[in-house]
Structure formats: C-alpha cells, structure tokens
C-alpha cells in the first residue's frame, strides 16, 4: 500500500462519494435490476457490499457459495457503480455456533450468547480467527482483482467483549507481557488494599462479577486489554488483504462514541477513516455531538479527508422512539459532515429490509420506493453532490485543540469517586459547545498527539495524567500555549493511583480536597477585582463540584461569594513564560465558562473561521487551488455577510466580499474562493 | 359431552352461581364444619376444591392421599353445596422437582427456578406430564361420580414459559412441521439479515439471551409455539375428564391480559368460559379495562354465559399497594360482569389463608370473620343474587365489533419499531373507551372470527395483518360494513415482514413514512371543510404518531395545521359501495377520537343498549321470556329515566315508561321487562 | 476474660479514645516512621492494624510472613500507641479462591463471585473456617503478648450472604434442629398453601430463585439462620483468642443499619460494642439518623460505653456523590457520639490509599497531607479530647424504650403485604425523630429485652409478635407502663402466620380490614370531644394507611372527618390499670404524631435530659463523681441557659446556674457538674 490510501482512494473516485450499504442477498434477483437504475437515478458511486453475508457465502463449514455475489459485483461494475467489499466477520453463521460452542461470547454473568442477532463471537476463540481469515482470503482471492473493488472493508463497527475461559487466559498472557513480573503487577494494581496480593498467575481472572466492584486499576487494564484485541483482529485481516490486494485501500466502519475501543490507536491503522454517524433528530444537540464526532474522524486520520460511510435517510429503529429527519435535515447534516472534512455521503442502506431487526431503519430506497419525501431527497442530494466534487480532498486547521482521551474515559467514570454519576462524553461535550457555536476550528487529541500546532489546548477533567501526559501538558504551556483544564484532573497515574500534587506545578494551585455539590444546588462565583481573565464585576454560577484549593503562583481570577468556600478561589489562572493555563476549580454555568474560554482564545488570538450569525455553523476547507466556506443553518431563515468573494457552488451565483448571502432555515451554501494561506 | 356444556353447567345450578376457592387442606378439620354452615348463611352454592392440593393428594411419588377429600366433598355436599373440582397440575409437589430436576421450568437466562412458590413446571418434561396426567386421572375416577360434581377445573391461570432442553427440542420439532424445509423457514425469517441464514436444523432454537435483541419473527414463532404447548396440556386434561365423565363439563380459569395466551383459541375448547377478574381499585379506569376483559370472555365462548370464578372481595396483596373495594364497590363490579354476560359470582378464596404469599388477599370470610364490612357485604351479596337469578342464561347481541388479536399483540409490541414503549392492551382500551361510555354493546373479535353479524368494525392498530386477516376486513367493507382503523396497520405479514402497501387498497392511502412524536409534543388536527365526518369548523389535538401519506381514493376530512406536516391528511374516509373505511394516521385526543367514531356509528345507525347517565354503565341481556336492564352506576347519586315498563328484580319495585328510577353512588338496578326481538 | 471487657479496656486507655484505622502494608517502610510522628502529632492513642491483611500475611497457604506486621507493631508501641489487632477474616487472599472454588461465595442467582473486591468468602466452606482460624490463631501466638495489643478486632462488618450447596445443606440441618420434624416443618411453614408440603429433607433448600416469591416463612427462617451462621463465625475466632489471650478484650465492628444481622443478638458476644459510623453529610435527616444508631449501641451493650471505630474525617465514596463534612461538622458528630455514649472517637483511616477502591475515601491525613483543611480539624479534635477525658465510662439512663426489632424487620418488609414498599427503617426513624427532637433519652430494645425500667415504650408497626413478645406487652402495661403502638402491629406469630386479634386485648379493639393509601392522598382526623389525648379542636392529617376498626375497651380520641371512613376511628386509648395503650391506627402526619406522644410521655412523667433550644442536641452522661451535658448545636448560633452550675471541659469556663452560655453555629459544649442522682 502506498503511503496515503486515503488519497488513492480519491483518485479512484473522482469526488464527494454518494451510496449505501447494499444488500442484495436479502432479495430476488430480479429486484437487482432496477437496484443499478434507481442507483444511477440517484447518483450512486459506490456501494457497500457483504457486511452481513457470511452466511449466505459460506452456509456450512467450508462449503462456499460465491456465485450470487460474483453477480451482484458484474452486475454493479456495469451500472458504473464501484464497491466497498467487506468482510463478514461481524456475525458468523449459526453453524459456528453450533458446531463449535466455544467461538460464541460469553457475557460479564457468565452466559455465552445465542445467535439470532450479531457481534456474539468471542474474538479469541482459534476456529472464529480461523474461519474468519479463510473467508476474508477466498473474498479477496476472488475479487481482489474484479474493477470494481475500490475498497475493503473489515468486519463491521468493532464492539466485542467477551469473559469467557479463552479471553480470559489471553488476558492473563497480556498482563504478564505488560508486567513481566507478579510483584510489578501486585504493586501497580495496589493489591495490598483488601487483600487482594496475587501470589501465582492462576489467581489473575478477567473483571467478572465480584462481590460490590473490582479493583479499579484491573478495570482499567481490561479496557486497554479489550480495545487491543480488536484492534489486533482488525489488523490481522488488514494485513492479509493488502497482502493479497495491495493496492486496495483498506478501512472499517468506527461508530459512536463507545468507550470499547480507543480510536486514537485506530486512526493510523486504516487507509482511510470511516464513520457512521447516527445524530438523533430529537436531541438538540445532537448537531454538536456530531460536529465533535466528526472532528474527532478528521484528527485520528491526522487531518486527512473521512468518509460517512452510514448515515439515516431518515428515522433509525433502534432507540425506544425513533424520530424522523425532518425537510431538508438530512441534507443539512451531511453539508456538515463535508464542511468538517468528510469525502463520502453514505447511507445504511440502499433498500429497506423487509425482515428482522432493522426493517424500520430508514434507507435511500424506502419500504414506500420511489414515492415520498425520503427518495426524494436523497436522490436529490445524489445528484447535487458532483456540484461540490472539487470539495474532495481539500483539507481544515485548527489552531485549537480539545482532549478526547480514552485512557482517561476509562479511568474518570470508574468506581468509587467522588462523583459516581461523572460522564466524560457529557463533559466534553460541554467544553466543546463554545468553541462549536463560535465557529472556532478544533482539533481532538489526546496530550500524547502532536501538540506543537496548536495555540490553545482544552483539556477537560483529565483525571488520569501519566507521566507523558503531565511532561506534554508542561511542553505545551513552557512553548507558549495556552491551557484551560477543568477540575478533578492529575489525580491519578497510569495504573490508576493517585499521585498527590500531580498538576500541582501546571496550575500553580494545591487542590486540598473535593467537594462535590448536590445536583440541584448552585454557588455563585464573582471576578475578582484587578485581574482580566473574567471583566471586572462579573458573575456567574457554579454548581456539580467545588476544590477546596489554595494557590500556589497562581493569580485567583474568580473566586465563589456564598456557600462554605465564600471567598475562596474557584478559577485561577497561570502565566509561565508566554503561555498560560487556565484553571477551574468548579463547572461554570455555559455564559460564564464561554467567557473564560473567550478570553484564552483572544489572548492566543485564535479567531472563528467565520464570523456567522447564531445558529450558522462554518466550516473552511483548503484544496490546492480553491478554499471552500461551508455555511450550514442549523437556525431559521438569516442572512450571512461575506467577508470574500466568491461562488456558491450549489447555485452557482457568484457574491462579492461583504455582500449578504440568503440562508434559509435548513439552507447550506458553499462558497468556493481562491486559495490564501490559511488565517 | 353434548354440544353445550355451558348449559348443562347452568341447568345443575340454576340461577347465579355464588361461591368461591376453597382450600379447606389449610385448616383442620373442626374448622370443615364451620365453613359449610357460613356458605350455607351466605348463599354460596359452588366451591372450587383442589386447585393447590396436588402435595396434600401425593405427598410422595405414587402415594396417594384421598380420605381428608373424600371428606370435603361429601361435608359440601351434605351441605347441598356443589364443586369445581380442580386438577392439581398449576404446582406440582417438591419431591418431583427434587428426584427430577428436568421437571422444573428454566427462565429465559438459564436459570432453573426452585419450588417454594407455583408454576414452576416444564411443560415438555415427560415426568411432569405423566404425573400431572396420572393424579387427574385418579381424581376424575374416583369423584367422577360424585354427586357434589359440577364442574371440572383444569389446572389454574395457564401461564407456563420455560427454556429448558426439552423445550428447545420441541421448538425444534413444531417449526419442523409449521415449515417442512430449512430453506422455507429461512425465507420466511428473512435470515438473510445479519447473516442468520441455518443450514441444519440443529442450529435453530428458543429465543434464548442474544447480543442485543433476537429476530423478531422467531420471537413471534415462540410466541407462537408456547401458546400452543400449554393449550395442548389443557386438552390433555380435559379429554381424559371427557373420557372418563362425559356428562361432567370442564373448564380452565383465564386471567387478566396477559399475552401469553392466545384466549381466543381457548374459548371453543372449554365447556364453559371461567375468568379470573382483579381489577384495581386504585385506577380510574379499572372498571373500563374490567368491561372489555368481560366483553372478550363472553366473545370468546361464542356469547355463552360465563362464570366469574375468581374476584376479590376486597384488596389483593400481589400489587405494590393493594387498595380496599370501597363499600358498595364490591357488589358493583359483581353486576357489572352480570350486566357483561356472567352467570356467576364467585372469589378467591372462602377463607383467608393464614399463612404464606396470599394471606393478606381479602376473602369471603377474612380475617376478622363475621365481624366486619367485607362479611357483611359479601353475604349480602349472596342472599340477594338469587333475586336475578332468572337472568343466567340470558344473552346479549352487539352490532359493533372490536379488534383484539394476540398475534398482533405478539407483534405489534416487538423489538426495532418507530415506538419501542408501544402498549397494545392501552391502546385497545383506548379505542374501546368511547364505545363503553356510550354503552354501545361490543364485542372483542379478531378479523378471523365470523364478523358477519356487526355493522360496525373497530381496529386499534393492526399492525399484523395476514391474507386472510386483509382479506377479512375487504369483505367487510365491500359488505356494506363500516370500519375504523388506526395508524401502523397492516405493515406486515405473518412473518413480521413488511407488505408495502398491504393496507393501502382499503384505507385508499399510501403511508409514505411514519414519523413518530416526543412524548410531550400536539399537533393540532382541523376538519377538512365540506366533509361530513368531523363537524366543519371542528378542531382537535394529536400525539404520539403521524403518518406521512397521500389519499389515493380515499377523501381526506381532517388535516394538520401545525408541525412539519402541516396541511397534510390526518384522518381519511374512503366509501366502498355501501361500506366505509376510516383511517386514523394519528392518535387523537380523546374527545376527537369520540367524535370521529360517534359519526362511524352513526353512518352504521348503532345506537346504545340504552341512554344512560355519564357514570352509568348498562348491560341489556336476553332470555326467551325476559329482557334485562342492567344498571350500574360507577359515578355519584342519579336518576335513569326508564324506557319502557319493567320491574326492579332487587327491589321488587315496578317501574313504567318515562320515569326517572333513582340510582344512588355505586347502585344498581336490574329492570325486568317481557323479552322484545332485540333492538 | 473478667466480665465487663468494657471496663478492662478503658482502663487499659485512660481516657477517650483517638485513632483510626491503619493500612502500613499499603506504604513502604520510609513512610512508617512519618506515620508515628504524626499519629503523636495528632493524639492518636490507638490505631487498628491487619483487618485486610491476609494476603500479605500469608501470600500462600501456610506460608506466612509476619516481619513486618512484627516491625509495625513494635514503632507504634514505641511511639505510645495502642493496637487493635484484627483478624484478617473478612478478605481471604485469592490463592484460597483459586485453589479451593468452593470457599467463594455464590450470589442468589447462582454465580460464584470472584476475587478483587472483599466479603467474597463462602462462611460455610472448610477451607475457609479453617484457614481464617489457622491465621487468627497465629495472630494470638505471636502477638497475644506484645505490649501494643489492647484490643482484639475479628473480621470486619460481618454480612456474608452465600447460596452454595455447603450453605444449602446446613440449612437443612439448622431447620431440622429447629423444627424437629418435617410434619412440624411443614405445619408452621404452612406448606399446604401452594402445593407446598415436603415429603423428604433433601426437598428443603435455601430461598434461591423461584418463579415469583418464595414463602415468606422460609424466607424468615432464612433471615434468623444467615444471621446466626455469622455470629457462629465470629464466636469460633473469639473464643479462640479468650482462650489464648484471655485478658484481651474482643470485638468486632458493626455497622450502619443492615437487615442481615440482629446486633440485639451480638451485644452480649462482644466484650465492648464498636461501632462504624457513616452519616450522609447530604442529608438532613442523617444527624437523628446517627442519633438512633448510637442509642441502639450503646442499648445492645446493655448500657456500656461504646466505640466509634470508624468514622470518616470527611467524604466517603461508596454513594453516588459524596459530600465533604462541612467546617466544624466532624467534630461536631464527634462529640454526638460521645454524647450517646462513645468513649472513643476513631476514623477510617489514618493514611489515605493511593489505590483500590477507597483511594477517595477520606482520611486522618488525606492526599494533601497536613496542608488541608481536614488534617487541621482531625488533628485539633485529638489535641482537644484529653480535656474530656472524665467523660470515659460514663453512662446514661433512659425512660423511654423504642422498640427496633430485626425480627421484625425481616417480617415486615416481606412480600405480598398491604404495601409493599414499607420500610421499616424509616417509620422507626418516623416514631424516633420527635424524641430526638426533645431531647428524650431513649433506649432502643425489642420486647424481649427487660423493660422493667422504663416508663414509656414506643413500637412502631410490631407486625410480627411471637408469643413472648405479646406478653411482653401486655406485662408492660399491666405494670404501670405506658405504650404507644403503630398500625400493622399483631399481625402474625414468629412462623408470619396470621393470628388473628393478636394485639386486640392490648389495645381495646378489633381491626377488620386494612386500607392502604395512594401515595399521594391524605385524610384528616380530629380530636373526639372530651378526650384528653390530643387537645380538643384537634386536628391534623394523615396518610398512607387507614385501619377499619372497631374500638373494643379503648377509648376513641380522635377520629376520621372525610375519606370512606369519615366518622370511624383513627387513634384510641385504653387504660389498663396504671398503664395505658395508645394506639395508631393510621399514619399522622409529623406535628400531629408529637402531639399524642407528648401527651403520652406527660402522662409517664418522662421530662427531656435537658431543656434545649432547637436544632441543639443534648445528652447527658454520668460518672461516680460527675455530671456530663453535652451541648450539640446542629443549628445556627444560639445561646444556652444551664438548669445547675458547671464548668465547659472544652473552655475551662465555669457558669452557674441560670446564666445563658453562648453555642455557636456547630458549637460543643461539655458542662461538667457534680454527680447528683438522675433526674
């Protein structure tokens, strides 16, 4: 493979990628037909094929049946349509089951799985990795030359987790790799607590049940265990395709934010990242969520263009009410998706099911075909993409960074905490959502990511600081950034044990204590006097969680006026050399903290990427000749003043810097300009 | 047995049966006597014996114990009091589930329950089955004679569900015979999805724990299959009894609604329909709830009388509050069920037990014996029934039909839909409401029953809907019927598998899309001007659910003037000769919901079985000499002008034409005029 | 061992008690000497050492090391501090797990938890019993003779709760020594209810899952055993160690208010009561809480001084969000302690853990060591205690007896009652609050105890009443004493078997029937005229339960004025000679319930130890020569008036009688006076 799949992968296709996860053995022959012309009606390019068919390929052990899909194949190169062929590993065939017990997971209580529903192997078992290679070896045998594979795809949104007897010898294996002795284990783990000192390997089991909750440091090394077992899955089947095809690019599909898999160690492991992304139309913030969601796919391929590999025409079937995307949404969303770095505009699925669980998730192709609203407008967006195919491979920076850290998840909503209802995602969100409505470019990173091109870094609750990370964080603020980090971070190492003062020296502050507040209780904090983090007399309320905290160096720039801590610092902030770091000792109502995030963004001088009205995300991407401003209404009807001229390339109307721009409610323009460097 | 055992059982017993549960195995013997004379002080004239006595009856494997039996029947029927004698299978002895644990059922995760509390056999054990076989075998030769035999009960409250083996096995078997060929049900499961596809019929089992949820046809199969297997142990039962006592009738007591039985299949299979009947005084619509579940009874025993055999005098104790039957409460409901159809009234139990889960259940005789209320009102209760006794065996006729399908409810309910919080049972009470507030007599049906006799045919979102189910309500309609139908009908077949358009021809619409509502969230409905369903000028609320849908043949009469579907269609009405089709694509507020069916009505010329007072309930019954009027007032103090002459059975009181009778809060009438062919 | 260990052991430490729990296998040996020095620092006179120990005192079976618990014994000795030893019991190391599955605890749902967190041990395995008795043994051989040791401390927080089969078969032993045979068995479990009866002992079996609920007198029986197969455990390790060291007292650590155990049956067990205590600084309540918790310590030691062994200086983490004590507030639940009759004063732990599952538990030195808040305020209190050092074996007495009966507790929260979501806590709690409130001295009991010495005895909701426990009551009347009992009280016999009018001779009537409440729903009742219970004109409110009651002998004071039972009773009094019954037949709201208690105490002649202002906590303790008032101010800042001359121990200020001293906001005073006969 050469260097940058990604990019051959563009080249092969040309633009902005349209299609959808395609099923044709859930379907009669004769209904492939009219699959290819409606296909091409809606301006199809590529078609994800295979995900679920292992079953159908492969009815019994070793017996296969390729003809039907060396058909759907010819048949789809014919109609121009080229081919993300996956692999099936997802969900094995019931024989394997069967036959061969052992290869189906075994739940956290103890019960192995039926089949009936998918993802119930267990990823350790030898005849699941046996059975699974094979048939990704006869795929890519068989169709590794066909013209129209344009990309693998291996297995399907990765989530396993599995406590059987296999699993947990392997685990066992990992953690004397990773230790190498007993007493190193029993040391970081901090075995000495309840009497939990291991005195043979035999005594070391996976997190199954114990009596109230385990150890938290052996939680957390399951996590990192689990997250590498897939990945080690993933790779082994990466590496047998491109040693077979190596020319094609090879991806697999990550999805949501689970916290099974750290997709920081992902990002370099596919030749292009792919996402699918599912925002719930009946959340208000869902357009955030997947804003964040897609900045994260855009930093874990290093900035490289991603693809949307699934998205919903419309409802999805699987949360308790599934809401449908109304007129115009669902091609607001995916204008987002490309304005944040996306290449590909791809559905699950191309036609409904007509069985099973999923028969009322929405498709291109609904259960009501070419007649409503659905196939209207996606068929529409089909055809408008080639409009902005000069988007594809254009490129966004970010002169922010915010810390997404897996690690850290894992380890911040462990057991036994403060607060036991704390959650990282939730909290993220909540530092992001500033940043978001201001239209600020940022990146998602981790502080062992390269940090040196970023001018500010977010760093929320970063309760688990190794010693890396703390050397990075001191790094970043020693060069000259600026830092705003929230409470309950550098708490704890690596293995989950608390190391006193750990941010001590960042923050210029001593955190003596944690005061967690009652959920619906608030204090209020006030600026103090002479300082410019927060303008002079400002207030603001707190709530969730108070440090008891004293500074050490640090200038206290608010500080709380009621409640037991009256008149103690609740935000410091540092100066070190030319960088700074901000600290809050509490969580600040959403005005106050965008107030002081405000002031670390001025004092760095990062700017928007665009200077919208509320409710109007931007998004700016640079290709080697054009600058694309993505405006994407999310609010009602407005108007946006351009700041250059430029051509809308969705109406082709051409505007003059300063002019004002029509934008109605669910409106999308993207206005190409020439290249400048960037702001 | 000849061709009615309703009427045979009615001949022995004359009028209104009065009685109870009697578990006289709980009390020595110096307390038998005492009982016999309280029935007789009480008018009780049948007891149910042996329900839970199988460990006093069979202590040990094959060790029978008759004498302390033998004595209760003859003390009973020396007191002129009959029996329902009980099969004891509902809780087989502990020494069964001890020397053959095979015998216990197992739970949907695995686990084999213990004994200590009832229902916990497997129904596929061939030792339970034997055993159970055997001791109703020995009862019905050695009281088959008896002269205090009314009436045998088998089992109690049929609600078997086990996952064991032996049970999968058979699962196995019945799906072998329902589909003859692997690849059959593979297609109609549509495995083609996730890869679920069998290639041995080994691999195929219950819907046992899955990652995530199972597919929803085998689910529906199970469904299926498991209320088949305890109808199949019921038949068992009763046609050795038949073999045995041909001239003894046989029944089955059934229980609220729960969906694990198909009641409809049972009610051909019981010589008489039995029903269990506990409705909650802490609900309102207790009473509403308590009249459909009658209506169904009397439905399904074909409109044959039915015997209240279990109700509480008081409160029950399995509920989190158990609330007392206000005074006069009990004795309301009693002639409510009689107004319904029921030819007894009959409780559990005669004597409250003093030990164990049930002993703070009421009881004829409680706990303070002859001294308080729950006496007082139950032997009144039973000295005054003999009063209406001319009213057993009477019948009632309905015009108006209502949809209550338990394959539908098996489905409608199932996993991955738009609305996962769906409740079937509320949503026919919902449409049942108006129907009982009015007191337009109804009958309970499913759109396989003989719907030839009903003007009028109501179906709450028939979700399900098979050929013959579609072909059923065409020739409804095309026969001059009117029918009223709500959103989310006829989405699939009987494999759970979508029918694009499987409604469309009848409704005259195509549902494009299904875009369900946040819980909180109206929309506002408004008659289309210059239709005649809803009054011009009428404007109503909706929640819940909108159909995206155009008219195709059908005019629409109301439409949205809010939300995303504003000027849309919200109820249609298509004419078919000299039938009608109304379609509601959205839930409407109660009183427009009323409105839209008032009109139905109207169109159908159904009138009430009498014009009552809101709070009113009336019942009219038919014997070929005698019409009945009930009048049950759930509401305050009133007064029921009379419709024609008749005289007050429990008063004695003779009324004429036009006057008001009064009826006090939770009074009842029952007006006896000369039978007229019926209205 | 000499009878009252109490005494030996305050002797052994002179004065109150300060220290805490002490982990120094969690630190390396550098820290230890820094430990003592603080430990003096702070007045730390003892300190707990081993409760979690065993993995490092015998990382293998049989292999032991105890150099350094040897090492640590010898510093703290050196450095004046005492040592509560404890037997490591209650975490065995996981070789015991690995090498012996049995010895782990299996959970009621059958799954055999592992190791990694504590309490995991099976208490009936051999391995287990013997092995923790192997240790315990070693422990007093090498240690019984170190002049450290003061305190033996076995296991810790006794609550196992394990269904295995070794547990399964030593109930069927236990149940067959109780009961004799299994006709006996079988007619007090009323095992002919629900096909119950067994026919072998092997049909017998711990309550491990049924279909629905078990019998509830099985279930009771399991209660009684399970506690006592725990104090069997604990009664083997100390009449082990009195064997071997017989002049070291032996306790062990209970804790909060658990159903598993019945601490009435412990306080004789113990050779002086100790106590953990974790009242939530989140709730209002947790002050009276803690209030009733200390009452029953001290009661089941018969009066002795007490034990606080663990405290916490601040936050706990066990609960979803856990708050800091505020400035003030530890010691404030300090000198409540001792107030109630604590003679020591000791925290969880000394040295915050860095790892584990209580790494943010707080601590005598916390993560910020002696900086913080916390180590000022654990360390004033130990520098401060000396001055109350007469305060050691002290005692109080009381007029007032509450009854809290674990009996009852199992029987009363059973399944299928009236209201299935009572708790019995909290209506204990309920009667308990306005004597707390008044500053009553209460003792807490069962009707077993010897009441001889009180006057007034409140029972609240006594649902079961063994055949003792009736006379018990009737015997207290009938001597002069004044009861109060709550409805729900006579129900059943010690086998939960309804005994109808059980409690009818005490208080003079007949209940026929039970009315449970909405939630939400109140009645209100008034004062019947000419009753001098509650005031006439009288009125208040009551909720959640209404008795329908005939008054038999009693006297109706107040009466029902809406709701079904308008006009019938709600409160009744019977005299019975000199004594008298008040009886509630319902729940009255707080303010109308303070009332009739009052008037009862008034009635006794029962005054408040001392006459404080609200929100001020009083006790008072007496020793050979002096008087001790505590002053507990729970409120805001006040002033006091002192009924005698004294002098503050905390301040050296004496005040005479009459004069107001001032009580700040969380403000202690301890009047030391001379000793005068109790009030």
Redesign the interface.
């Given at each position: 493979m050469d260097v940058d799949g990604t990019r051959s992968f563009a080249e092969r296709m040309g633009g902005v990628v349209f299609g959808g996860d395609y099923?044709p053995?859930?379907w009669p022959r004769e209904v492939w037909d009219d699959d290819v012309r409606l296909m091409k009606d809606a301006g199809v390019a590529m078609v994800t094929v295979g995900v679920?068919?292992?079953?159908?390929l492969e009815?019994?052990d070793g017996v296969f049946e390729f003809d039907w899909l060396d058909d759907v194949l010819d048949r789809l190169h014919a109609g121009g349509i080229a081919v993300d062929l996956a692999t099936?590993n997802?969900?094995?065939?019931?024989?394997m089951?069967?036959d061969h017990p052992e290869s189906s997971?075994v739940?956290r209580?103890?019960?192995r799985?039926?089949?009936?529903?998918?993802?119930?192997f267990c990823p350790s078992s030898p005849v699941y990795r046996d059975r699974s290679l094979r048939i990704a070896r006869r795929l890519a045998e068989r169709y590794g030359g066909h013209p129209a594979l344009a990309l693998w795809h291996v297995g399907n949104e990765y989530h396993a987790e599995c406590f059987c007897d296999l699993c947990d010898e392997r685990f066992r294996g990992w953690l004397r790799e990773k230790y190498g002795s007993l007493d190193e284990l029993n040391r970081r783990?901090?075995?000495?607590?309840?009497?939990?000192?291991?005195?043979?390997w035999?005594?070391?089991?996976l997190?199954?049940?114990?009596?109230?909750?385990?150890?938290?440091?052996?939680q957390l090394d399951y996590s990192r265990f689990n997250s590498g077992v897939q990945l080690e899955l993933y790779r082994r089947e990466r590496d047998l395709l491109r040693e077979i095809t190596p020319s094609v690019p090879v991806t697999t599909n990550f999805f949501q934010s689970i916290s099974l898999l750290d997709y920081h160690r992902w990002g370099a492991e596919v030749d292009v990242v792919a996402f699918d992304t599912y925002p719930d139309p009946?959340r208000a913030d869902a357009k955030i969520k997947a804003a964040f969601q897609y900045d994260l796919m855009r930093s874990i391929g290093g900035g490289r263009p991603w693809l949307v590999l699934e998205q919903s025409s419309?409802?999805v079937?699987?949360?308790?009410?599934?809401?449908?995307k109304?007129?115009g949404r669902m091609r607001l969303g995916s204008y987002q998706a490309l304005a944040r770095g996306a290449d590909a505009v791809m559905f699950f699925q191309w036609r409904?099911?007509?069985?099973?669980?999923?028969?009322?998730?929405?498709a291109m192709l609904?259960?009501?075909?070419t007649?409503?609203?659905?196939w209207r407008e996606v068929s529409a967006l089909g055809r408008e993409l080639p409009r902005v195919a000069g988007v594809a491979g254009s490129r966004s920076s970010a002169d922010v960074a915010i810390v997404w850290d897996y690690e850290n998840w894992w380890a911040v909503e462990g057991?036994?905490?403060?607060?036991?209802?704390f959650s990282y995602p939730a909290t993220v969100l909540e530092h992001y959502t500033p940043l978001w409505e201001r239209n600020i470019a940022v990146d998602v990173v981790t502080l062992t990511s390269d940090l040196s091109r970023y001018r500010v870094l977010v760093v929320p609750n970063q309760y688990l600081l190794t010693t890396d990370r703390q050397e990075a964080l001191h790094a970043f603020v020693a060069a000259g950034g600026h830092v705003l980090v929230s409470y309950f971070s550098g708490i704890v190492d690596g293995?989950?044990?608390?190391?006193?003062g750990g941010i001590r020296e960042v923050i210029g502050a001593?955190?003596?204590?944690?005061?967690?507040?009652?959920?619906d209780e608030t204090v209020t904090v006030r600026a103090v006097h002479g300082q410019d983090l927060v303008p002079s007399g400002f207030t603001g309320t707190a709530r969730n969680w108070q440090d008891?905290m004293?500074a050490e160096g640090a200038r206290v720039v608010a500080e709380y006026t009621d409640g037991?801590l009256r008149g103690q610092p609740a935000v410091l902030d540092r100066q070190l050399g030319d960088g700074s770091c901000v600290y809050l000792g509490t969580r600040l109502d959403p005005q106050s903290f965008a107030v002081v995030l405000g002031t670390v963004l001025q004092r760095a001088g990062v700017t928007p990427v665009f200077d919208a009205p509320a409710g109007v995300e931007a998004g700016v991407r640079i290709g080697p000749e054009q600058r694309f401003l993505f405006l994407v209404n999310h609010g009602d009807a407005t108007a946006v003043r351009l700041d250059r001229d430029g051509t809308d390339l969705l109406t082709g109307v051409s505007w003059t810097a300063g002019r004002s721009i029509p934008l109605e409610a669910a409106g999308v323009a993207v206005i190409a300009s020439p290249s400048t460097p960037a702001r």
């Open positions: 099923n053995e859930q679920f068919s292992w079953s159908m009815p019994r099936p997802a969900s094995p065939p019931p024989w089951a069967e997971m739940d209580h103890g019960v799985v039926g089949v009936g529903s998918r993802g119930h783990w901090g075995t000495a607590v309840w009497s939990q000192r291991y005195s043979d035999s005594q070391v089991h997190p199954r049940p114990v009596r109230g909750r385990v150890n938290p440091a052996r009946g419309s409802a079937s699987q949360w308790p009410r599934n809401y449908v109304k007129p409904a099911s007509r069985s099973g669980q999923e028969k009322f998730h929405s609904p259960h009501s075909g007649a409503g609203r659905t057991c036994f905490h403060p607060v036991n209802d293995d989950d044990r608390v190391v006193p001593h955190v003596h204590e944690f005061a967690p507040m009652p959920p008891d004293v037991f």
